[in-house]
């Protein structure tokens, strides 16, 4: 197993490791063709929130065009646990964001003015401004990958 930066203790990877997997069957839920995306929003050891991507409500469960295409009006994971979140009248301050692919730019602006204080993810996707910025706003980032036991603290 990789470690960096600060260790943590074997109950809190487990943890990790756990919530990642229930946000990968969460995904499941996503009737997108191209990526099915799941998230979770966990405060204090309980899931305060969770979301897939996908039309918004009262659309159509088309996610991509007939050019396989993702539709602009899509939203993502992230987007829809955090309003989700919102809605319900909680708080996402100092929670942990688990998503199973790594946040773009627009949903790490959500996640900073959210509050959450830690994401965790599980597959990279090939635009990394989203990490970036987070990294930029302190927000610690976790990569697990589950296959090879891998864990990264970035």
């Known amino acids: 197993m990789t470690d960096s930066l600060r260790p943590y203790g074997d109950k809190q990877k487990a943890f990790d490791k756990r919530y ?7 995904a499941r839920n996503s009737y997108c063709i191209r990526r099915q995306v799941g998230a979770l929003i966990v405060k204090g050891k309980m899931i305060i929130s969770d979301g897939y991507n996908g039309t918004p409500a009262g659309f159509e469960n088309v996610c991509e065009d007939e050019n396989n295409v993702t539709k602009p009006y899509v ?14 009248h909680n708080s996402s301050e100092n929670s942990t964001l688990y998503v199973t692919t790594s946040p773009c ?3 790490a602006k959500l996640i900073i003015q ?3 204080k830690r994401v965790v993810y599980c597959c990279r996707y090939r635009i990394t401004d ?3 910025l987070l990294k930029r706003a302190c927000i610690e980032l976790v990569y697990i990958d589950l296959e090879n036991d891998i864990y ?3």
């Open 20 to 26: 990642l997997e229930m946000a990968l069957i969460w």
């Open 75 to 88: 939203l993502h994971a992230e987007a829809n646990a955090i309003t989700k979140v919102a809605k319900s």
């Open 105 to 107: 730019m627009e949903c």
């Open 114 to 116: 959210s509050g959450i």
């Open 130 to 132: 989203g990490l970036d």
């Open 152 to 154: 990264e603290i970035q």
